[in-house]
């Protein structure tokens, strides 16, 4: 009779039962260690404060929008000017055909006659007062200048300050051309000059 292995004949069993205790000991591993971490878990969470803090709100800025991009002029071929013309080209003459401001009125030139001795009037300066103005209460200062030659005749004259639109300047040179002058005399020889002579208007 042949002699038998007694672990031949328990290596079934051995098997088995190691599997089924593996198999144990792995459930039981699942089971015992996640609810070990969950706690552990809770346990540290429950431990945390949470602050609640206010974040304000973000203010919307309206971004307006850049800009329209200024347009650059495009030459076109209809121009009247040549790219190659020069300043010297140009003719100047018409600059003269532009508007122009009006001219000075033109009117005797007041130039000053260096004298010794000034004009004298030979006979007091007697201006007819206008009805206008008399009826009016109009009075005043009317200051004229008056070109009297070498023969003391007056020949120019020219309001510097009147009276206007009442008749008294119209009045004084009236009065200062019917006046006869002693010229002025410059190293005792007669000469024409201009002088300023007031003409005082005033109702009695």
Known sequence: MAHINPLKIQYPIVIRVTSLIGVTLVILNFLVFPRFLSTME???VDQVIIENIDIPQTQQIDNTPPPARP????PSDDEDIADDLTLDEL???????????PPPPSGPRVVFIPYDDPPVAMSPIRPVYPEIAQEAGIEG???VQAFIDEKG?????????????????????DAIRK???????????????WISIPVNFKLK
């Open 141 to 143: 200062v009317v200051v």
């Open 91 to 101: 003719d100047f003459d018409d600059f003269s055909n532009m508007d122009a401001p």
């Open 42 to 44: 809770f346990e540290d």
């Open 179 to 193: 006046t006869r002058f002693r010229p002025a005399k410059q190293r005792e020889r007669p000469v024409a000059v």
């Open 71 to 74: 347009s650059i002029p495009v």
């Open 153 to 173: 005749r007056v020949k120019e004259t020219l309001i510097l300050k009147g009276v206007p639109n009442t008749g008294l300047d119209e009045a004084a040179m």
